[in-house]
């Protein structure tokens, strides 16, 4: 009995959930969304862990491989496996291919979410200035255009002319 519960006390558990573990699905959720959860995770715990099953296997590769090729990661460790899993439809055991890619940072990936970082408020500062500018050039009015009588109001002409001002020009436009 002393045995068995040396034992027990002896016991590490290897298959722990890692908390820099993203493990990937083809189907929930966009493949950015895993690109960018990635960086995120290896920001804090600087590597991360994929996983996938199955038919999620190509997602995992291609998440790991634009990271490594745009210079935010480098691998550290490829496992492959199979997994017993029982068919849902069948009821019987299938075997599922799995693999786990380690990735960790590279020398230059605080640099790039830096840079990354920049130009995400550069794009933002553009766009509200673009916004700015759209308001204020594309002021719309209708107005009811006299010139032509009643009877000559057909479908492609119902009578009226659009005002469009643009920084204190207006044009007259006539749909």
């Known amino acids: 009995m002393e045995e068995i519960a040396e034992g027990v006390?002896?016991?590490?558990i290897t298959e722990a959930k890692a908390k820099?573990?993203?493990q990937v699905s083809n189907?929930?959720?966009p493949l950015f969304f895993y690109v960018n959860l990635a960086k995120r995770y290896m920001q804090q715990f600087n590597e991360v862990e994929l996983s996938a099953l199955g038919m999620a296997i190509a997602t995992v590769v291609t998440v790991a491989e634009?990271?490594?090729?745009n210079g935010f990661a480098v691998e550290k460790k490829i496992m492959t496996s199979t997994v017993d899993m029982k068919d849902e439809s069948r009821g019987r055991p299938v075997q599922k291919a799995k693999i786990e890619i380690l990735l960790g940072k590279t020398a230059?990936?605080?640099e790039?979410?830096?840079a990354q970082a920049e130009e995400r408020e550069r794009e933002r500062e553009r766009e509200s200035g673009e916004l700015e500018t759209e308001i204020l050039s594309c002021s719309r009015t209708l107005?009811?255009?006299?010139?032509i009588s009643d009877f000559e109001?057909?479908?492609d002409n119902l009578g009226l002319a659009e005002i469009i001002s643009a920084h204190d020009q207006a044009t007259w436009h006539s749909d």
């Open 66 to 69: 634009i990271l490594k090729n």
């Open 143 to 147: 107005v009811p255009y006299p010139l």
């Open 20 to 22: 820099n573990r993203i």
């Open 9 to 12: 006390h002896n016991i590490t």
């Open 27 to 29: 189907t929930k959720k």
């Open 108 to 110: 230059k990936f605080d």
């Open 153 to 155: 109001i057909s479908a």
């Open 112 to 114: 790039l979410m830096a």
